[in-house]
């Protein structure tokens, strides 16, 4: 992978989610230091009805970020593009939510973060359980079919950290192999960028149970990426404002796919730009 310079980034947590830190400014303010020339905030998005505390904001937190990202966006307006859309779960029961968002203008975009679902009551269910003493395989499809499931929706601009299911599943075997190209293949049929992620790096080598590896990204899922040529963009996927000064979590991502050539984009496709 040749060197990449990031100047935007869509991927970006507010301390409302309760797994990040540092105020809606500090953000923009250390994106525009590190020379980020599009911000896009898509915190984890706050859901009727469900209350997920370290997970996800609370529903009546929606219109604070919603007033607060578009402040921000009037106030730094000749110093750096900001966009406001959420990471979100596909799943049926809120597709007609995720729609009123969009087509209100409420928010700009919706990227792919595919952690969980819900049950009919509205519990959160993972995909995936302790690796060493279950058989993912099952999970892994599921994950793989409400992937494929949200990209046909047209309602995502892209699909974040798409190898998500190898942080617990113990190999890249066959399994794995057929299960990330119904992935890909569908990213290329419907023409959405798979995201390379930084985060994944920032939390260190220690998945896999026949060797280290970080969370993601997993190099085989990456190869069959770039000998396809699926579009992909590099997601910064911000926790916190020191986060923009990615140039060492980009320089471990070349340790797992710096020997690889991508079809890298840097820009979205706005749900405005749809209509």
């Known amino acids: 992978m040749d060197k990449v310079k990031i100047t935007t980034c869509f991927h970006t947590h507010t301390a409302r989610c309760g797994h990040a830190q540092g105020s809606d400014e500090q953000y923009v303010v250390s994106a525009i230091e590190n020379e980020i020339e599009t911000l896009g905030f898509s915190d984890h998005i706050m859901l009727p009805n469900i209350s997920e505390p370290g997970m996800r904001g609370e529903f009546h937190e929606l219109e604070d970020y919603l007033i607060s990202i578009n402040e921000l966006k009037q106030k730094y307006a000749d110093q750096i593009k900001i966009h406001v859309g959420f990471e979100a779960e596909f799943d049926e029961q809120f597709v007609g939510y995720y729609k009123k968002l969009l087509e209100e203008g409420k928010i700009e975009y919706l990227i792919l973060g595919q952690h969980s679902y819900y ?36 309602l995502f601009a ?20 057929k299960e990330s190209e119904r992935i890909i293949d569908a990213a290329i049929k419907y023409d959405i960028p ?58 471990l991502l070349k340790e797992v796919v710096g020997h690889l050539k991508f079809n890298l984009v840097n820009e979205i496709e706005l749900y405005s730009a749809k209509e």
Request: hydrophobic share 35%; proline share 5%.
């Open 194 to 251: 798979l995201e390379l992620n930084l985060g994944g790096i920032r939390t260190g080598k220690r998945f896999g149970r026949t060797s280290n590896r970080y969370r993601y990204p997993v190099q085989e899922f990456w190869e069959l990426v770039a000998s396809k040529g699926a579009k992909v963009i590099i997601g910064i996927d911000a926790h916190a404002p020191k986060d923009f000064k990615y140039y060492r979590d980009f320089e």
């Open 158 to 177: 892209y699909v974040c950290h798409p190898d998500l299911m190898m942080q617990v599943y113990p190999e890249f075997d066959s399994f794995a192999k």
């Open 119 to 154: 049950d009919p009551k509205l519990k959160r269910m993972v995909f995936y359980s302790n690796w060493a003493s279950v058989d993912q395989r099952p999970a892994f499809k599921a994950y793989t079919d409400r992937v494929i499931e949200a990209m046909e929706s047209g």
